[in-house]
């Protein structure tokens, strides 16, 4: 086998947009309003941040 990967192989050819990085809204992507209306309705509600402690082992590994 080479060491061409399956995702290599599966988009030769195409044009892929990459939208794991970065605002897609230069890219005329928006939210869609239902998700919209769902932030707006629970925003009071919501947590500003995630937990970012980090998974357990590393925790206790001290890295």
Do not use: F
Request: hydrophobic fraction near 40%.
């Amino acid at each position: 086998m080479s060491g061409t990967t399956s995702a290599a192989r599966c988009c030769a050819g195409h044009r892929i947009l990459k939208l794991d990085l970065g605002n897609p809204a230069p890219w005329g992507l928006a939210t869609p309003e239902p998700i919209v209306a769902d932030v707006v309705q629970n925003i009071m509600a919501a947590q500003g941040y995630s937990d970012a402690r980090g998974k357990l082992p590393e925790e206790r590994a001290g890295t």
